[in-house]
């Protein structure tokens, strides 16, 4: 399953919800808000975009409709 790293002000979080929702692709969302010990070991690790994707297919950053399209072709 699609797990969802989001922050409640993010644009592309919001855009990547939409996207998958209109498509009935089920997610794991994880909010970082509520994990600031989280948020800041990605942003250790270079991950300082949301959402923070992980998926069968790979894992980005941001709202990439390919990267998306190539998982819901997947499952």
């Not at 922050?7 to 692709?25: D, F, Q």
């Amino acid at each position: 399953m699609l797990k969802l790293y989001t922050r409640k002000t993010c644009a592309e979080c919001a855009a990547t919800k939409l996207y998958l929702k209109t498509r009935k692709v089920p997610y794991e969302e994880v909010s970082l808000d509520q994990q600031p010990d989280l948020y800041d070991r990605f942003k250790k690790e270079g991950k300082k975009r949301t959402p923070i994707v992980e998926s069968s297919v790979g894992d980005w950053l941001g709202f990439p409709p390919k990267k998306l399209n190539e998982y819901i072709k997947s499952i």
